[in-house]
């Protein structure tokens, strides 16, 4: 599975990203979690309010910074 957060670099991505590869540990769950910082990479999701959460090429949440739970719902 291949799991990207997409962000400029902000607290908000950061906090994602964080949580994101927490949710990928407690599922136990083989992931390369990535960070895309480049603005027109996440514009090529069609992506125009960060962070942006994709999991194998399709867009999952734009926006927002999901808590653990939700992302490993997302991810189960």
Do not use: H, N, W
Request: glycine fraction near 10%; hydrophobic fraction near 35%; proline fraction near 1%.
């Amino acid at each position: 599975m291949k799991i990207e957060v997409l962000g400029t670099g902000c607290t908000k991505c950061k906090r994602l990203e964080e949580r994101t590869k927490e949710a990928v540990q407690e599922l136990g769950i083989d992931a390369e979690v990535s960070k895309v910082e480049e603005l027109d990479q996440i514009i090529e999701y069609g992506v125009f309010k960060t962070p942006g959460l994709v999991i194998d090429g399709e867009v999952k949440a734009t926006g927002k910074v999901l808590t653990v739970k939700e992302l490993k719902k997302l991810l189960s």
